[in-house]
C-alpha cells in the first residue's frame, strides 16, 4: 500500500519509518554499554573435565565458585 | 539438535512476515506482542523446564514439549484476530521454550563443561542456522502461499522431530520423587506477563498514566515480591534463591537480560527496515539479513571450538558485547539511501558480536553451579535472557505503521494523501 501513494507521501513515509527504525538502534547503544559493563564483571573459573565432579574441582553448592 | 532448530526456526521465520501478518489481522500498534508472544510463552516454560526435568525422563519431556509447540502452532495458523495470534503465539512459546532449554540440559548430561563449548558451539550455529533459513522460508511462504503457512508448515517439521526424538533419544535421567513449584511457575509467568505487557501496551494500546497501565505496572511488582517469598519457602523451588549467590550466575543472567534486550530489541525491526523503505520483498527482506547470521554462525562455532582447546571464556562476552554494541551504533546511522552493502556490513558485526557472547554463558553458567541444579541454572539463564529480548522489543519498538493494508493512526497530508505519523520512542506522537 505505502508504494502506491504519491511520490511526496511516499518521501514522507519512508524517511519517517527510516528514522524511527534507526532511533531504536541508537536508544539500544547505552543497553549494550551496559552489557559490556556487565560482562567485565564475569568471573572466570576453570571449566570441569568430567561430569562426575571431584571435590577439588566444582563447587558442590551453588556459592560463588570464587570464594 | 533437532529441537533447537524447530523452536529457532520459529522464533525467525515470523520476522519477514509481521508486516503482512499484522496487516492482516489489522494489528500494526501490537507487532511487538506478535513477536515476543513466543518469548511471553518460553517464560513460563523456562521456568516449568528446570522444574520438570527432574521427576520426567529427558525423553518423555522432549516430547511434551514438540506436541505442544506443534498444538500451538496449528492454532496460530487458524488464528483469525490479532488477540488469537497472540495467545496462540505464546501457546507455542511454551513448546518451543521446553525444546531450547531441554536441548542444552541435555547435552549437559552427557558432555563435561571442558567439552560442552562445541556442542553448545553447534547449537549456537544450529540457531544462526535457523536464523538464516527462519526469515527466508517466512518471506518466501508470505509471498507466495499465505502467512499462515508460516505456522502450518512446522506440522510436519515437528513430525519428523517426534519421531527422531522417539527412536534416537535414550532416556536419559534418573527418576525421583520431587515436588513441582507450581505456585512459584505461576507467579514468575504472571509476574513477567504482567510487566511485559506494561511496556509493550502501555504508551500505545492506552496511556501510560491509565489505570490499565498503573495497575499493570503495580501487578507485575507485587507478584514479583510474592514469587521472590515463594521461592525462599519452596523446597524445591523453580528459580534457587541459592543460584543468585553464585557470581557466574547471577552475572551471565544480568548480562543475558541486556544481551536480550539489544539483540532482539534490534533484530526485529530490520525486515521492517528492508520491505517498508527500501520496498523489497518479504523474501528479500529475509535474504537481506544473512550478513548477520553468518556472522553468528560463525561466531558461535570459533568459540565453541576455543574454548574446548583451552581458550578461557571470559573475554568473548567482554568483546562481543563490546561488538555488539558497535553493530548497534553502526545500525543507528542508517537512512532511506543507505545501501544494501553497508547494512550488510553493520549487521555482519551485530551477528559476530552475539555470536561471541550468546551461547558461552550457558557454558559458563553450566560449569559454576551444582551438578543437580543445571537445569535450573540453565533454564534460568534462558529466562533472563528471552525476557529482556520481551522488554527490548517492547520498550525499543517504534510503533511505526507498516505496509500492506494497515490504518494510519493519524492522517496529516499536504497532498491530501495519508501520512503516518509515527510515534517517537518516547511514546508520544509528534
Not at chain 2, 17 to 27: C, Y
Not at chain 2, 249 to 260: K, L, M, R, T, Y
Amino acid at each position: 500500500m505505502i508504494r502506491r501513494l504519491p511520490l511526496d507521501a511516499l518521501s514522507v513515509i519512508t524517511r519517517a519509518i527510516s528514522d524511527s527504525i534507526s532511533h531504536i538502534y541508537l536508544l539500544a547503544i547505552p543497553v549494550g554499554v551496559v552489557a559490556v559493563l556487565l560482562s567485565l564483571r564475569l568471573p572466570e573459573v576453570k571449566l570441569r573435565t568430567s561430569l562426575h565432579p571431584i571435590a577439588d574441582e566444582v563447587p558442590m553448592s551453588n556459592a560463588d565458585p570464587l570464594q | 539438535m533437532l529441537g533447537m532448530l524447530l523452536a529457532a526456526l520459529d522464533a525467525t521465520i515470523v520476522s519477514t512476515a509481521l508486516p503482512t501478518i499484522v496487516g492482516d489481522v489489522h494489528g500494526a500498534n501490537h507487532l511487538s506482542w506478535v513477536r515476543s508472544g513466543v518469548p511471553s510463552g518460553l517464560h513460563g516454560e523456562y521456568a516449568l523446564v528446570g522444574q520438570a526435568r527432574r521427576p520426567l525422563r529427558s525423553k518423555v519431556f522432549f516430547i511434551a514439549a514438540i506436541i505442544n509447540f506443534l498444538v500451538g502452532s496449528m492454532l496460530c495458523g487458524l488464528a483469525t484476530n490479532m488477540m488469537m495470534l497472540i495467545l496462540f503465539r505464546a501457546l507455542q512459546g511454551l513448546g518451543g521454550g521446553g525444546l531450547m532449554v531441554g536441548a542444552q540440559a541435555v547435552i549437559a548430561d552427557v558432555v563435561p563443561p571442558r567439552e560442552r563449548g562445541k556442542y553448545s558451539g553447534l547449537l549456537g550455529a544450529v540457531f544462526g542456522a535457523a536464523t538464516v533459513l527462519g526469515p527466508l522460508l517466512g518471506g518466501f511462504i508470505v509471498e507466495y502461499w499465505s502467512w499462515r503457512w508460516i505456522f502450518f508448515v512446522n506440522l510436519p517439521f515437528g513430525i519428523v522431530a517426534l519421531a527422531v526424538t522417539a527412536a534416537a533419544l535414550p532416556n536419559a535421567g534418573e527418576r525421583k520423587q520431587h515436588v513441582i513449584d507450581y505456585a512459584g511457575i505461576i507467579t514468575l509467568t504472571l509476574a513477567a506477563s504482567a510487566l511485559i505487557l506494561f511496556t509493550s501496551l502501555g504508551g500505545s494500546s492506552f496511556p501510560w498514566t491509565s489505570w490499565k497501565s498503573i495497575a499493570l505496572l503495580i501487578g507485575g511488582v507485587v507478584l514479583t515480591f510474592v514469587f521472590i517469598t515463594i521461592e525462599r519457602r519452596s523446597r524445591e523451588p523453580v528459580l534457587p534463591p541459592s543460584l543468585f549467590a553464585n557470581r557466574v550466575f547471577s552475572s551471565a543472567s544480568a548480562i543475558g537480560f541486556v544481551v536480550g534486550f539489544a539483540m532482539f530489541g534490534a533484530m526485529t525491526y530490520l525486515p521492517v527496515y528492508f520491505q517498508d523503505v527500501h520496498g523489497v520483498s518479504p523474501t528479500n527482506s529475509g535474504l537481506r539479513l544473512l550478513p548477520m547470521m553468518v556472522g553468528l554462525f560463525s561466531a558461535s562455532i570459533i568459540v565453541g571450538q576455543l574454548v574446548v582447546r583451552g581458550w578461557r571464556y571470559r573475554p568473548f562476552p567482554i568483546a562481543g558485547t563490546a561488538v555488539m554494541t558497535i553493530g548497534i551504533g553502526l545500525l543507528g546511522t542508517i537512512g532511506v539511501t543507505t545501501s544494501t552493502l553497508v547494512t550488510g556490513a553493520y549487521m555482519l558485526i551485530l551477528g559476530v558480536g552475539i555470536g561471541l557472547v550468546m551461547q558461552i554463558l550457558v557454558t559458563a553458567v553450566q560449569n559454576a553451579v551444582n551438578p543437580a541444579d543445571v537445569g535450573a541454572a540453565t533454564a534460568g539463564s534462558n529466562f533472563f535472557r528471552s525476557i529482556g529480548g520481551s522488554f527490548g522489543t517492547a520498550v525499543l519498538a517504534p510503533s511505526t505503521p507498516t505496509s500492506s493494508r494497515t490504518s494510519w493512526p493519524r492522517t496529516s497530508s499536504r497532498a491530501g494523501s495519508p501520512v503516518p505519523c509515527p510515534r517517537s520512542h518516547t511514546g508520544r506522537r509528534p
